[in-house]
């Protein structure tokens, strides 16, 4: 049997501008998707139609076991992590020998079909790969890690990506004039903040105005809009959704010290708190005890 986990992330500047070729950054962070996979002649059908398409794709057939330190349907990445853990897996204990590359591909074409041609490749490149990531179109940039002290606060409002996608195009084209300034300027912020990523402060003040262009564009959410406000009044440089909004989550940029304060008042507004930072292994074996 084999385990491979994959970690989530986060959209740091950019989310939706990115659609539209706009700049954006992305990063992992620490909590993962561990999947075992073990060869079986009789395996059980997964519950999850990325694990039961990962089994299809490679040709083969087994049992898999999932443990999860992110919630579903809450702009993480959660399926992007399981379907590349779940091929890494499947890829370790079958002997296929295919690369990480590969596996990344793959993992966003199942994306696709399973969200039924809606998906990003941001999600599984950066879950494959770690680290930070800039994305401009189609191309992808590994960019030099940054230890950026983050607090991640889930509304718990699931939300669907797909859905907000699909508002922000209809924006778009019922009011270019108006949609389309407010993409340039997340793009704009996003090349501001890449010129400043090594001073969390300044971080923090492009986040808020990211945060702002995103209300604008419709993708907010009062819940969004409590924890980001509770965030900055508790400490942190600055906080704004990550992910495509109407729900989901949250991220805080934070001075060390005042991590676990901005977490508390995230708490204290019916959010959950993640304490974390960024995560450069990407996919990687775990071994058996």
């Known amino acids: 049997m084999a385990t491979w986990s994959a970690p989530g992330k986060v959209f740091l500047f950019g989310e939706h501008a990115v659609v539209y070729g706009k700049p954006g950054v ?3 962070i620490k909590p993962r998707v561990f999947v075992t996979v073990r060869k079986s002649r009789n395996p059980t059908r997964a519950k999850s139609p990325y694990i039961d398409e990962c089994f299809r794709m490679m040709g083969v057939r087994g049992s898999v076991y999932v443990h999860s330190q992110l919630q579903s349907s809450s702009g993480l990445g959660s399926s992007a992590a ?12 079958f002997n296929l020998g295919h690369t990480r590359e590969y596996v990344a591909e793959t993992a966003f074409a ?7 041609g809606r998906a990003s490749p941001t999600d599984t490149y950066v879950c494959a790969n770690g680290g930070m990531v800039l994305i401009t179109g189609n191309s992808k940039r590994r960019l030099p890690p940054e230890n950026l002290q983050v607090v991640v606060g889930n509304t718990l409002v699931p939300h669907s990506t797909a ?12 009011h270019p004039e108006v949609a389309n300034p407010i993409l340039d300027a997340i793009g704009a912020v996003t090349l501001a903040a890449l010129h ?3 001073n969390p402060k300044e971080l923090g003040q492009y986040m808020d105005m990211n945060h702002a262009l995103l209300e ?7 819940v969004s809009s409590k924890l980001v406000l509770a965030a900055r009044a508790s400490g942190a ?13 949250i991220i805080a940029l934070c001075p060390r010290r005042a991590k676990s304060r901005v977490a508390g008042a995230i708490e204290a ?6 304490i974390t930072t960024i995560d450069t292994d990407g996919a990687r074996k775990e071994k058996h005890d």
């Open 216 to 222: 604008a564009l419709g993708v907010g959410h009062p």
């Open 237 to 249: 440089y600055g906080a704004k959704i990550t992910g495509a909004g109407g729900g989901g989550c």
């Open 110 to 116: 199942i994306e696709k079909k399973v969200q039924k």
């Open 269 to 274: 507004c019916e959010g959950r708190a993640i």
């Open 163 to 174: 859905k907000m996608v699909e508002q922000v195009g209809n924006l778009r084209r019922k």
């Open 196 to 198: 400043n990523i090594g």
């Open 26 to 28: 992305a990063m992992a």
């Open 82 to 93: 399981v379907t590349v853990a779940t091929l890494s897996a499947i890829n370790d204990e």
